[in-house]
Nanobody, 115 residues
Framework: QVHVVESGGGLVQAGGSLRLSCAAS????????MGWHRQTPGKRRELLAY???????YHADSVKGRFTISRDNAKNTIYLQMDNLQPEDTAVYYC?????????WGQGTQVTVSS
C-alpha cells in the first residue's frame, strides 16, 4: 500500500507564490515518476508537471516559466514551486505516483488565487 499526502495549498493574491509538497510512503522500493495535476469543477484533471528519479522534468505549456517541479529522492517527496499565480490557477492540486500498474493519488490540496 502506498500513501500519498499533499500539503501547502492556500489562499494567495494574484502575483503571489505558493510551494506545494507531496510525500509518498509505504511499501515502496523506488519511485520512478511523480507528478502534479490540477482540477477545477466541470473540467478534466490537467497534468502540470512530472519528474523522474533520474532528474528529468516536464512542465505543461500552461505553467512553464511560472511553476517548477523538484524532487528529494531520499524522502520520496516532490515539490511544486508556483510563482506569479493567477486567478485561473485556482484549482485542487493533486499529486500522482504511478507504480507498476497502479496510479496512487493524494487527497488534493486547494489553491485559491484572488484577483
Amino acid at each position: 500500500q502506498v500513501h500519498v499526502v499533499e500539503s501547502g495549498g492556500g489562499l494567495v493574491q494574484a502575483g503571489g507564490s505558493l510551494r506545494l509538497s507531496c510525500a509518498a510512503s509505504g511499501a515502496i522500493a523506488s519511485i520512478n515518476v511523480m507528478g502534479w495535476h490540477r482540477q477545477t469543477p466541470g473540467k478534466r484533471r490537467e497534468l502540470l508537471a512530472y519528474t523522474t528519479i533520474q532528474g528529468s522534468t516536464y512542465h505543461a505549456d500552461s505553467v512553464k516559466g511560472r511553476f517548477t517541479i523538484s524532487r528529494d529522492n531520499a524522502k520520496n517527496t516532490i515539490y511544486l514551486q508556483m510563482d506569479n499565480l493567477q486567478p485561473e490557477d485556482t484549482a485542487v492540486y493533486y499529486c500522482n505516483v504511478p507504480i507498476d500498474e497502479y496510479d496512487y493519488w493524494g487527497q488534493g490540496t486547494q489553491v485559491t488565487v484572488s484577483s
